[in-house]
């Protein structure tokens, strides 16, 4: 399963984010990661949360970050969530949301992992394909 959490800048996607994963890991038996573009918010996340900064893996196009995250998921087979913020800058995103949130979905559905998504942009601005999947516009 995929949610994206969407709105353009500065209107508090990653605060919503970090309440969610915060309030999920409370619940799950199995393991969560976030990913973020730089450990700004590592003091906000539980301490039993994964924070990984994508950057310092030097990710330059989206097949990268897919890549990236199906090493991820080969690693621990527990995983339950991944948690994307900043997922148009850390996927490499330009024009190609459409393709990139297909590509999860597939990893989704074979590995039984939920994704969710913080994107800055307004889901009007989004692919129809893709828009079915935003749980949150702000």
């Known amino acids: 399963m995929i949610e994206i ?3 353009l800048k500065g209107h ?3 605060k919503v984010l970090i309440q969610k994963v915060n309030d999920d890991i409370k619940l799950t038996k199995g393991t969560i990661v976030y990913l ?3 450990s700004k918010h590592m003091y906000e996340l539980s301490n039993q949360i994964r924070l990984i900064v994508v950057p310092d893996f030097n ?3 989206t097949d990268m970050f897919i890549g990236f995250i199906a090493g991820i998921l080969s690693q621990d087979h527990d995983l339950d969530k991944i948690y994307l913020d900043s997922f ?3 996927a ?9 949130i297909t590509k999860l979905d597939e990893l989704s559905k074979k590995y ?4 969710v998504i913080s994107a800055s942009t307004e889901k009007e601005s989004m692919p129809e394909s893709v ?3 935003v749980t949150v516009a702000l």
């Open 5 to 7: 959490i969407a709105g």
């Open 12 to 14: 508090g996607k990653t």
């Open 36 to 38: 973020d573009k730089n």
């Open 59 to 61: 990710i330059t196009n």
């Open 88 to 90: 148009l800058t850390t």
């Open 92 to 100: 490499c995103i330009e024009d190609n949301l459409e393709y990139a």
């Open 112 to 115: 039984e992992v939920n994704f």
């Open 131 to 133: 828009q079915q999947y």
